[in-house]
């Protein structure tokens, strides 16, 4: 057991945001190099249908693919009881993740229906996972603010969370959607749901659109929660195009963790590489990671100064 | 009195950092609208030798044109007695500083001089200072770490601040050099310095080179210091060329703040123009702070969705 653990999203909420389709062989290489630098937790794609994300329609047959490796467990996303019936054909995924949003006008808009509604059609796929003994993660949306609705009430998270939990999910995953959180919020938050649940099944899911990510993990971490969402590369945003808002990265998040000697058991140079091939082989963008860019940085600066000498 | 003050670095630490040189008139300008954006403390430029920093070689020439401001400090850096002359003789300039890093090595690249030969040379300015009734800052570099040392000893900061303040400087700012600081370093040294020295003569300059820029201000705004330098726009430093090394953004620093409900009295609609205009009509390279890039992509959205129809 490490002393915390690091969720990776990249390979599906970070690829499913990109504007270009990476190939299947690319997608396995990615999951195979996180699971080398040490990532145990890897979210590997969405059983959505092909037209809602081209990105990700490649599901099921990468799902088949998967490599079998010891101490690493692989989760899907499944929107309905249809993709949690591809989940289960797959046979290779070990745990599933369902959404909904806090704010009414985000779930509206992201599946067309009141959270009340979706919450009721959340229930018989969380059913059928405790019936199959697969943990059922839930991601709750817009946790800390709304891109319409402004401000999230707590109370209404708080609420939420409790009813995923009683209708049987494993682990809540608290998502700050569009990245306003500030730590007080973090705080406030994971003491109201620490009353009602352990925090061992909660985890926090941050975008750094403001460059609150990191920030928000250490408030995270000094709040009690031990389980973070992160992004190699901080993948599925980019500074450069209108609408950039990436999770926080992985490599930011390792640094932040064992700089202060806290034991992530990942392997930070191997992820670098890895974002290195993804920026260069495979996505041809700059990733956005800052502790990546120091690194290739200081690469440079070595590589100059040799050539220099 | 605001609840945090921010101390604005971008046109000294920032600009000599760049890699043009940006004319008087611009420098003016920028001045003068971090003024009008509520800024209260600026440090507009260095009294060092044109062969040093030839960015900032203008800086007699800037300081005597710097526009009267009711409510606005001005500072300026001196490396030394020479430069504490032309700093006095500018006339419109409120606050001098000196700089020293912890680490021998930094100290002996910067100034070629052992820490305690630079102390020694800079107790004739600080007396200087003192007997003049000007208030003089000192920058301690490589507080947290330094490029060829490693890890700093706490101990050997708290000492030099503490000297530094018998001295008879009026406050300290503890630099970040190289980004390296986690929060719990923040949290050990501020409490170190203030069992010895009130922590309002404590100010904090971080860089964002692993994005804890943020997390580290966070820290030492829980741990009683109010006042964090920054640098507009993240000024300083370029994700995209090596030794990316920004100073941590006012933007950033002004939202993580005003949206935690801490009052800066600084308008961050004001900032964001400034940034877009030292961007586009006087750098001509993209800035990196995330809540400028945010709202940059907030309005492209906005623009071609109305283009859209």
Redesign the interface.
Known sequence: MTAVRIHEVGPRDGLQNESQVVSLDDKLALVERLADAGLRSIECTSFVSPEWIPQLADSDALAARLPAREGVEYRGLVPNLKGYERFRASGRVHRAAVFISVSETHNKKNVNRSVAEHFDRLVPVIDRARDDGVPMRAYVSTAFGCPDEGRVAPEAVVKLTRDLVAAGVSDVSLGDTI??G???QVHELAAAIGELIPLERIALHFH????????NV??GYEAGVREFDASLGGLGGC???????GNV?TE?VV??FE??GIDTGIDLHALVETTAWLERDVLGR?L????Y??E???R??HR?KAEAG
């Open positions: 990245g306003v500030v730590p007080g750094d659109t403001y460059g609150r990510g990191i920030v250490q408030a500074p450069y195009a209108p609408g950039a808002a990265a930011d640094d932040l700089r202060a700059p956005t990671s800052r502790v860019r120091a290739m940085g200081r440079e600066r100059q």
